[in-house]
């Protein structure tokens, strides 16, 4: 059974800085495209960032909420996603999945593996 799971969540200050982590038993995460996704309470889970496979040049996606803010990066020996999440505000807040998919996409019908989350609390 595929298993992605989250790590690195917390709870900090605005301004601070987190990073998230994705890793995968059974399958290798360089053959897929990568999502980050987040759901607050009581809103729809919305798409923060995307980085494809290693056949399609691993281009990035993000959000305009986050972008210049986040970064999506791979390190493949470690079979592992990061999102780098910097200058966090409250509106940041949300629990955060990551999801494994064929193609770089903002819908999450369109992934097919998912992490069970990691909450991200920003707050003073």
């Known amino acids: 059974q595929v298993q992605l799971v989250e790590s690195g969540g917390g709870s900090v200050q605005p301004g601070g800085s987190l990073r998230l982590s994705c890793t995968a038993s059974?399958?290798?995460?360089?053959?897929?495209?990568i999502g980050w996704f987040r759901q607050a309470p009581g809103k729809e889970r919305e798409g923060v960032s995307c980085?494809?496979?290693?056949?399609?040049?691993?281009?990035?996606y993000y959000a305009n909420s986050v972008k210049g803010r986040f970064t999506i990066s791979r390190d493949h020996a470690k079979n592992t996603v990061y999102l780098q999440m910097n200058s966090l505000k409250p509106e940041d807040t949300a629990v955060y999945y990551c999801a494994a998919g064929p193609w770089v996409a903002t819908h999450p019908e369109e992934f097919d593996y998912w992490g069970q989350g990691t909450q991200v609390t920003v707050s003073s």
């Open positions: 980085i494809a496979s290693n056949r399609s040049d691993e281009t990035t």
């Open positions: 059974k399958i290798t995460l360089a053959y897929y495209a």
